[in-house]
């Protein structure tokens, strides 16, 4: 039974294949072989391949993929940082003593400019000018020494006056009081002479005599006391002008320093309009050194930038408009320094910490060491991993930045959508 059946079922398939070369042969005859008819495996090819370009469709219209970008920014300095300005228009730098990274203290000179005035001056003329200014300081010191001369042959004169009536006045108490002992001892005899007299003992001859002795001692006292009490006054007064003298030396003394003082105020007043002299504001590091030997400096040139020896910084971003809504909060993402191979140092991780919302045109960012061609958004991210990197204010970097999902076919059509943009904006 079974044979049977695979004979019909196989004679069946014998008579539908003679069936179909007899199809074709008829089609061969007439038409020839390029209108045959397809058989049943070129509709299955078809079909696999309608099917299949049906699925790349829809996967390249619906398969989302993550596309990046770079964008450019910069360094800079999270903490205070203090600008060396130089307010004179037209100065040449004579010499400079940092270089760019070096640290320096408060005070230390940092460059030193030549003024318009110290260019217009010549050689001749600047000698000339020190030498009217040196005459003038020694005529006004020679004055002043003189007087200060006169003023100590005074005080010389005055000390030795008064180790003069010293003396006298020393000499002249002892006979004083020589003096005084001796007028109580002719008291005395006095009043003994005239106890004899009026006893009738001495006669008044003697009593004469004895009272003009008496008074001869007693004028005797009298003087003496009065060329004491004159010696005394004498030495007040004598000590009184010692004090105004010395008081004046020393007025002379003072303005004698205050001449040398002034003499060389005015010789630094004249050397600094001729030359200046820059100084560090404060303690910290030399940033965005912008002098060099030689070079003419404008009013309001930034001679350098001192930060901080602790500095924390930061990391701004210009993000073109086309970018600004593909950015997440806190996204993170990898940042390579310019002037540092990625391929030997590698990058540093940051994170996006504020997005502005003002759009910045290129004229308000000219300060900024980017050159933008049009508007952007500011973009302020913080280090995460600073990888050892020496960083400086202004340094430029490129970020690799992640953008959201996309599908392949806007991927393939970016290019071309992108070069029309930038054409329009050309054209605009």
Same mark, same amino acid.
């Given at each position: ?16 294949l003679? =069936? ?12 020839g ?8 495996h070129?509709?299955?090819l078809?079909?696999i391949? #309608? ?7 829809v996967? *390249? ?5 993550y596309? %990046? ?6 360094? $800079?300095?999270? %903490?205070? %940082?203090?600008?060396? /300005? ?22 230390q000179i *940092?460059?030193k400019?030549? =003024? @318009?005035?110290?260019?217009?001056f ?11 200014l040196?005459e003038?300081?020694?005529?006004q010191i020679?004055?002043?020494e003189?007087?200060?001369?006169q ?10 006056? &008064? ?6 006045l ?8 020589r ?14 002479v005239e ?6 003992q001495l ?64 010789l ?8 200046l002299?820059?100084?560090s @504001? ?24 001192? =930060?901080? &020896?602790?500095?924390?910084f ?13 950015i ?7 940042? &390579? /320094?310019d ?15 504020? #997005?502005?919302?003002? !759009?910045?045109?290129?004229?308000? !960012? ?9 508007p ?5 991210? +913080?280090?995460?991993?600073?990888n050892?990197? +020496?960083?400086?204010?202004?340094? %430029? /970097? ?26 329009? $904006?050309?054209?605009?």
């Amino acid at each position: 039974m079974n044979e049977s059946k695979n004979t019909k079922i196989n004679g069946f398939n014998e008579h539908n294949l003679y =069936r179909q070369d007899a199809i074709d042969s008829y089609f061969s005859k007439d038409f020839g072989k390029s209108q045959l008819l397809p058989s049943r495996h070129y509709y299955k090819l078809v079909m696999i391949l #309608i099917i299949w370009l049906f699925s790349a469709s829809v996967f *390249i219209y619906t398969k989302p993929i993550y596309d %990046t970008v770079q964008i450019q920014g910069w360094v $800079e300095n999270h %903490t205070t %940082t203090q600008k060396i /300005v130089n307010y004179e228009q037209g100065s040449l730098v004579e010499d400079v003593f940092v270089e760019q990274g070096e640290i320096v203290s408060k005070g230390q000179i *940092i460059a030193k400019l030549i =003024r @318009p005035t110290g260019l217009s001056f010549s050689e001749s003329k600047l000698t000339q000018q020190f030498k009217l200014l040196d005459e003038q300081h020694e005529k006004q010191i020679k004055v002043l020494e003189q007087e200060k001369k006169q003023i100590k042959l005074a005080i010389e004169g005055l000390k030795t006056e &008064q180790l003069y009536i010293e003396h006298n006045l020393v000499l002249t108490t002892q006979h004083t009081k020589r003096v005084k002992n001796l007028d109580a001892t002719t008291l005395l005899v006095h009043q003994s002479v005239e106890t004899m007299f009026e006893n009738g003992q001495l006669s008044l001859q003697d009593l004469s005599t004895s009272q003009q002795q008496l008074q001869n001692i007693q004028q005797k006292n009298f003087n003496l006391t009065s060329k004491k009490n004159e010696l005394v006054s004498r030495s007040k007064q004598i000590n009184h002008q010692l004090l105004q003298e010395e008081a004046k030396f020393q007025k002379l003394e003072t303005s004698i320093q205050l001449t040398h003082l002034k003499s060389q105020a005015r010789l630094e007043e004249f050397k600094q309009s001729l030359n200046l002299n820059i100084y560090s @504001p404060t303690d910290g590091i030399i940033e965005n050194l912008n002098v060099s030997k030689g070079s003419s400096l404008s009013h309001n040139h930034i001679i350098a930038n001192v =930060r901080p &020896q602790n500095t924390e910084f930061l990391i701004k971003l210009a993000i073109p408009s086309n970018v600004i809504n593909h950015i997440e909060p806190e996204q993170e993402v990898k940042i &390579q /320094v310019d002037g540092y191979p990625f391929q030997q140092y590698g990058s540093l991780l940051a994170s996006f910490q504020h #997005i502005e919302h003002t !759009l910045m045109f290129p004229k308000s !960012l000219s300060d900024k060491p980017l050159a933008l061609t049009r508007p952007v958004y500011l973009a302020r991210l +913080k280090i995460i991993d600073k990888n050892n990197f +020496k960083l400086l204010s202004g340094v %430029t /970097v490129s970020a690799t930045v992640g953008m959201k999902q996309m599908t392949i076919i806007d991927w393939i059509l970016q290019p071309i959508t992108k070069s029309l943009f930038q054409n329009f $904006e050309l054209e605009a």
